[in-house]
């Protein structure tokens, strides 16, 4: 099978959506995105396709087994990307038991019929057969001042979401020790940027800040996160499926730690350059300390030497270009922020709306084609 066909589970999504759009703007490949469309997956994510007609979407969990099994089995991929999953801490905490549902349970009908499919492949086919489970660094737990996690870094999760995921990584492992399915780990950094739903620290700040709502941060503000471009993540992506070692785990990061609260009075201090007019101007003013959650973990940071080492890959955009790059985009795509907003509030209603991560518990749909002009 010369032609190279991609599966794409949680392609809806915000990481998904960016590994789809790379796949088929940028590789002769065909993808078929797998997707529950949750609250967090927009069709709405999809329609900046260069080839649409080399992309399917499937409305489907990935729980539902005979479902996957058709999909695979007619499609025929050549590599199954696992993105989908249920990824909000806050989320976690309040209704655990769907990332057990979505993050485990998911996970193992994808390896079980992955195996089938593969067990039935022969020769180069075989051979060449990718899966690739893509994780979190939110699975080691947390650092102190100084270190990063790598690849050997034991895993100590703190929420029901890292649980959840640990655990899937955990199966993905023993698939390949056990089954010997050619399988591939990534655990990544926060990632950022364009499509990225609303309730995410950065375009939370961004849309409220705008909006002239109150910028809530957990705590003291002080917590770490390592950010990566969602599209430099991307690419990591391609690189791991296309050329990492059948068995290995990867740790992808960005190389860009910041302060939770550095990293918001940066993102109002842009909006205050972008909109000197603005009557919510100076925007740091809008910045509020509420309480932290439970489990909050303090620092994150990643060690890429390996995937650097191995396939070359560094991100190429710095905190600085990326988050420049990012709000420019939600300032500019007010319309897309609102129908997933619509979308989502249809979904979960409006009590269910107001949570969000490493940021405070306030969130709300705001009329962004609006404030953009102030």
């Known amino acids: 099978m010369s032609e190279k066909r991609f599966i794409v589970t949680g392609g809806a999504g915000f990481i998904g959506s960016a590994v789809v759009r790379m796949l088929v703007n940028e590789m002769d490949a065909?993808?078929?995105?797998?997707?529950?469309l949750t609250y967090a997956g927009h069709e709405a994510n999809l329609r900046d396709l260069s080839a649409p007609e080399r992309h399917r979407l499937e409305k489907v969990d990935i729980v539902d087994r005979q479902a996957i099994q058709a999909i695979i089995e007619s499609f025929k991929p050549t590599a199954i990307m696992h993105l989908a999953a249920e990824?909000?801490?806050?989320?976690?905490?309040?209704?655990p038991a769907a990332f057990v549902e979505t993050n485990i349970l998911g996970t193992h009908v994808l390896l079980e019929?992955?195996?089938?499919?593969?067990?039935?492949?022969?020769?180069?086919?075989k051979s060449a057969f990718r899966f690739l489970h893509v994780s979190t660094d939110e699975v080691f737990g947390s650092l102190g001042e100084s270190g990063r996690f790598s690849e050997s870094s034991q895993y100590k999760p703190n929420s029901p979401y890292s649980a959840s995921k640990a655990a899937a990584d955990h199966l993905v492992r023993a698939w390949n020790r056990t089954y010997g399915l050619p399988i591939i780990i990534s655990n990544c950094s926060n990632n950022y940027g364009p499509y990225q739903f609303p309730e995410k620290l950065i375009p939370l700040m961004t849309l409220n800040a705008l909006s002239g709502k109150p910028l809530p941060v957990y705590g003291d503000g002080r917590q770490v996160r390592d950010w990566l471009y969602v599209d430099d993540h991307a690419r990591a992506l391609l690189a791991l499926v296309e050329q990492g070692r059948p068995g290995e785990v990867y740790c992808v990061g960005g190389d860009c730690?910041?302060?939770?609260?550095?990293?918001?009075?940066?993102?109002?201090?842009?909006?205050?350059?972008?909109?000197?007019?603005?009557?919510?101007?100076?925007?740091?003013?809008?910045?509020?300390?509420?309480?932290?959650?439970?489990?909050?973990?303090?620092?994150?940071?990643?060690d890429s030497g390996k995937i650097?080492?191995?396939l070359g890959w560094t991100p190429r955009e710095s905190i600085a270009s990326g988050l420049r790059k990012t709000i420019t985009w939600y300032v500019e795509n007010g319309a897309w922020c609102d129908e997933v907003t619509r979308d989502a509030k249809a979904k979960l209603g409006d009590m269910d709306m107001d949570r969000t991560d490493d940021a405070g518990p306030t969130w709300e749909s705001q009329p962004t084609n609006q404030t953009a002009k102030a």
């Open 113 to 125: 019929e992955a195996s089938a499919y593969w067990n039935g492949l022969a020769g180069e086919e």
């Open 308 to 310: 650097n080492g191995e």
């Open 30 to 36: 065909q993808v078929l995105s797998i997707d529950k």
């Open 87 to 95: 990824s909000h801490v806050d989320r976690s905490i309040t209704g």
């Open 257 to 302: 730690e910041m302060v939770n609260l550095d990293l918001v009075t940066t993102i109002t201090s842009i909006l205050d350059e972008m909109f000197p007019d603005s009557p919510h101007r100076p925007h740091g003013d809008l910045i509020r300390h509420v309480k932290d959650r439970p489990g909050h973990d303090r620092r994150y940071a990643i």
